[in-house]
């Protein structure tokens, strides 16, 4: 048997292109003229898919739509400007024509698309981790400095916590308190008993959330206790790798009945800071803000040089060492991925 060949990062590239060309083709042959659609509209997309966009129309119905060519960003959550077609062309209802500038997005890297936003319009970033797939801090870091980027307020949420043991939950309890220490808001919840679902459902009120988080901390079974009448599918964390199942492929907003929308998106084993510079981290571990431009070199690496402000801080006890060591990470990270440049350049 002849042995696959593997393609290259640019073949891949290619037939992606090509492939993305014929959905776009496949898209324009659904079209209607100016008298075959009716007036402008405001409205909000529920989901993207490829091409198409679920748009909820302002009576809270919705309606699968094309876009127009000249729309270059859509994402869950944007408000739009669309118009309904006078008749139904392949279970296609109508055109977005227009998106309203965003007041946030929330975005991150991507190795073919450059910087790629995930939603839009959103108050409230809900970081969901828990003791399984494994609780993991740098992941939380990478998350609280992209949305202090975006000036999105984080909110930290312990999933799973009927999972906890006593030795495990002490463990997982000094790790938390760093971030209550910094003034983050951190809340515990379980699906299995309940516990915390009220504090979640109450935090989520007035906002427009997104969860995110690794795939298998369990954000689609928590839309399931907070919205049970969904119904999402839901999977275990795999046995074999430990690692998360994607259960959630798309991104989608929902609607609670006693106030605030939820974004539940795909499950992000890595959350990649490429796109941003060494000073955007710096300024994402927000505790360290007092220190900024305090090092004695300004092209000071904040690990072994001299008369680094963040290290002798760091040594005084004024700030956390696992923190330092976790912004050290993601700085060497940066230096060593080749994408980098291409994002910061």
Known sequence: MAKTKKLTKGQARRIKANQDKKLRNKADQVHWQDDELGEAQSGVVISRFGQHADVEAQDGTCYRCNLRRSVKSLVCGDKVLWRLGKETEHSIRGVIEAVHERDSVLSRPDVYDGVKPIAANISQIIIVSSVLPVFNADIIDRYLVAAEQTGITPVLLLNKVDLLDEAVKAEIEKQLQIYRDIGYKIIYASSKTAQGIDDVRAQLSDHTSIFVGQSGVGKSTLVNSLMPELGLL????????????????????????????????????????????????????????????????????????????????????????????????????????????????
């Open 234 to 345: 839901t999977q275990e964390v795999s046995e074999n790798s430990g690692l998360g199942q994607h259960t959630t492929t798309v991104a989608r907003l929902y609607h609670f009945s006693d106030g605030g929308d939820l974004i539940d998106s795909p499950g992000i084993r890595e959350f990649g800071l490429w796109h941003l510079t060494p000073e955007q981290v710096y300024r994402g571990f927000i505790e360290f803000a007092d220190y900024l431009g305090g090092c004695k070199f300004r092209d000071c690496k904040h690990q072994t040089d001299p008369g680094c402000a963040l290290v002798e801080a760091s040594e005084q006890g004024k700030i956390r060492a696992e923190r330092l060591a976790s912004f050290q990470r993601i700085l060497a990270s940066l230096d060593g991925n080749k994408l980098t440049s291409r994002f910061n350049h």
